[in-house]
């Protein structure tokens, strides 16, 4: 099947579907009216669905539908209903479809991290990396002071700005394809020589208790922005029957979900290490306050993710212009 020219013959009547949608009142006709589109239109989606299953027409087809299956049911647009559509459906749709790039960027990063860890512990010459002075004080007090030389809100602030700062870069630059890989690499190094000098020091129980509670989510986080940005570069390398531009921008925007929510979880683990890390909890519970909340995470993205994602939810904040094939705001 030709796509563009069953765009061009389909079109209007997509078109008009959406008016209908969108309208606040019906008259009897225009509900008929209304209906009967909304069957045809299933039907052109079942058609573009055995062609081109994930593209971007498909996503904007069911886009359409939606609404309209909204006006037909009567469905008003409550902002409560779509903050509650958002978080039930499209933020796990989102994060479901990067899963696998998120465990895959995860498991690169901790080998990079073991990896330097090791080479630091067993490297011959390590005054030329540290002085010996400088790794006692470190290992002494300074890598555990970190967490308690400010105020609790202040830190968790710091650390939210930080850590959201580092996620927006790897999901605007990933487009470049080099500049995700290059972040996690400097981070997992960063990570593998602070825990291979706690170790050589003796200290490396001190390196996990303050690591793991908040460092769990924090760091998945990462890889979760780094799997979006990377999800952007190939929507510009491997565009499909798309238009480069087309593809890079329908991608991106699709993105954005992600990007709202990685607000939220980074939040959450900023609040983890500000407030949690540095206390006085015994430290079964720390880290089990991390665990769970990364548990809860793969939860809500596995179990909602998963059941959004098998009913056609794309995870789009936008709106499908079917005939240029394009999303508007």
Do not use: C
Request: zero cysteines.
């Amino acid at each position: 099947m030709d796509i563009d020219a069953f765009v061009a013959v389909h079109q209007s009547e997509w078109d008009r579907l959406a008016v209908l949608s969108d309208q606040r009142r019906l008259s009897a006709a225009e509900a008929d009216e209304l209906l009967r589109l909304y069957e045809r239109t299933s039907t052109h989606l079942s058609m573009v669905q055995a062609v081109e299953p994930g593209g971007s027409l498909a996503a904007g087809l069911s886009a359409r539908l939606g609404r309209a299956r909204t006006q037909l049911t009567g469905s008003g647009g409550n902002v409560f209903e779509g903050i509650a559509y958002f978080f039930a459906q499209s933020l796990p749709a989102a994060f479901y479809r990067i899963r696998w790039l998120t465990l895959i960027l995860g498991a690169a990063f901790i080998a990079v991290a073991v990896g330097y860890g090791i080479w630091t512990y067993h490297h011959p010459q390590l005054d030329l990396l540290m002085p010996e002075a400088e790794r006692e004080a470190y290992a002494g007090s300074q890598f555990e002071d970190y967490y308690s030389e400010h105020p609790n809100s202040s830190f968790a602030a710091q650390v939210w700005t930080n850590n959201a700062w580092i996620a927006a870069q790897e999901v605007a630059f990933g487009v470049t394809g080099v500049w995700v890989p290059f972040i996690l690499f400097l981070n997992a190094q960063g990570v593998g020589i602070a825990g291979g000098i706690m170790a050589e020091q003796g200290a490396a129980d001190v390196f996990w208790l303050n690591i793991l509670p908040h460092g769990l989510m924090e760091i998945t986080a990462i890889f979760i922005a780094g799997a979006a940005g990377l999800r952007i570069f190939w929507a510009w390398v491997a565009p499909g029957q798309q238009r480069r531009l087309t593809s890079l921008a329908y991608e991106g925007r699709r993105l954005i979900t992600v990007a709202v929510g990685l607000v939220i979880v980074l939040l959450v683990s900023g609040i983890v290490e500000g407030f949690v890390t540095p206390s006085a909890l015994p430290s079964w519970l720390k880290i089990g306050i991390g665990a769970l909340v990364l548990a809860a995470y793969w939860v809500y993205t596995l179990v909602l993710g998963g059941r959004a994602h098998r009913a056609g939810v794309t995870g789009d904040l936008g709106r499908y212009d079917a005939g240029s094939h394009e999303l508007t705001a």
